[in-house]
């Protein structure tokens, strides 16, 4: 069994995707800016009969990343991550100081930390690096600049990573997911409704679900599940990778 550092893990498809990889009997180290809300995470899994301890990680801070290695139990197999935040508007209207935290939580905090746990990877000789992108990693949507710049961003990271891993165990890989219902997610109907002058319903209907040739929210089990097999041996030559999640969303 794995230990996985999920970041981002007290709420959402962090969250999520810590209880489902607990019930698979790995060990979870839940971090997240909240420190409250990964101890809740760790709390509920503890529950359940799993493994997780909880800890207080920004991966946008350079010392918070420094710490945290410190703090650890050992080795950490897997890393996810996960940590994340949306900001919808138009680019004349962005604060840059929302642009700027935008890449530093989800473009260079992913580096960040994947730089500091590689060197314990690659004296384990093995480690899995998973990256929650998304369909903006691949295709565009309006008022999200920062967010679809820093997640196209990730590809590029993963890609030289994969390269400059590749002669180790070690995978780094990208999944890519469309709409999953989740805080960020409902925040962003509200946001979404506002911007383009139209009713919350609409939003849903008409600019998260339509473009799915599916039409439903990708659930956090999904993502999960994809996880477990990115770890599995089955998937050591897979790397550098972008795993699609969006119901047919880029086959059009
Ligand atoms: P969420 O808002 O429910 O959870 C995000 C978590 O990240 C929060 O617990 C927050 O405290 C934490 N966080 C924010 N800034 C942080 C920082 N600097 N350091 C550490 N933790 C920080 O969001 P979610 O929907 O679960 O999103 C998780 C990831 O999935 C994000 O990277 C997001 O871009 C991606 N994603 C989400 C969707 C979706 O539809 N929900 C779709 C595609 C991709």
């Avoid at 230990?3 to 810590?18: D, H, P, W």
């Avoid at 493994?51 to 410190?70: C, N």
């Avoid at 962003?188 to 383009?196: G, S, V």
Wanted: glycine share 10%; proline share 4%; net charge negative.
């Amino acid at each position: 069994m794995s230990t996985i550092l999920i970041t981002g893990a007290g709420s959402g498809i962090g969250a999520g995707v810590a209880a489902e990889l607990a019930k698979a009997g790995h060990h979870i180290l839940a971090t997240d800016l909240n420190l409250d809300a990964a101890g809740e995470t760790a709390r509920a899994i503890s529950a359940d009969g799993g493994q997780a301890e909880a800890f207080e990680l920004d991966v946008a801070s350079a010392d918070s990343v420094a710490a945290i290695t410190g703090k650890l139990p050992g080795p950490v197999d897997v890393l996810v991550n996960n940590a994340g935040l949306q900001y919808v508007s138009k680019l004349e209207d962005f604060p840059m100081e929302k642009w700027e935290q935008l890449i530093a939580v989800m473009l260079t905090g992913a580096a960040r930390l994947t730089r500091a746990l590689l060197p314990g990877m690659r004296k384990a000789g093995h480690g899995r690096i998973i990256n929650i992108g998304s369909i903006h990693a691949l295709v565009a949507s309006r008022y999200k600049t920062a967010y679809v710049a820093a997640k196209h961003g990730l590809l590029g990271f993963s890609k030289v990573l994969a390269l400059e891993t590749a002669d180790t165990d070690i995978t780094i890989n990208t999944i890519c997911p469309s709409y999953v219902k989740t805080p960020l997610v409902e925040k962003q109907i509200a946001a979404q409704a506002r911007e383009n002058g139209i009713s919350e319903e609409k939003v849903v209907n008409e600019i998260m679900l339509k473009p799915m040739p599916k039409g439903e929210f990708i659930s956090i089990e999904e993502l999960a599940g994809i996880c477990a097999f990115l770890m599995s041996p089955a998937a050591r030559n897979i790397t550098g990778q972008t795993i699609v999640v969006d119901g047919g969303w880029t086959a059009q």
